[in-house]
């Protein structure tokens, strides 16, 4: 693995894993909602999970994204914060997909 992993890469096995394991994984637009999580995870069963992607070194959660985190929880919602392809790859084996 490169020392300089990039966001896009988590974003996109994260993608190709969720859609194998027969889910849905939708890209969120922070046009107007600054700081929601990157993507919007459905899952077969009724799982739905928030994802907040970064790359594995130097990725920052801001004071904005933890606060859309702890709102989601008071909801009731899954969140989780990857950092890097690793992470998702141990996400996605957790979750069974």
Known sequence: MRVLEMEKEAERALFKSVV???????KMDPT???GIPDRL????GGVVVWVELK???????????????????????SVVY????????????KNDL
Do not use: F, T
């Open 55 to 77: 790359r594995r070194i130097g990725g920052k959660i801001s004071p904005l994204q933890n606060l859309w985190r702890r709102e989601l929880k008071q909801l009731g919602h």
């Open 32 to 34: 107007y909602n600054a």
């Open 82 to 93: 990857l950092r890097g392809v690793k992470e998702v790859n141990d996400w996605v084996a």
């Open 41 to 44: 995870v459905l899952l077969p």
């Open 20 to 26: 194998a394991g027969g889910g849905k994984c939708i």
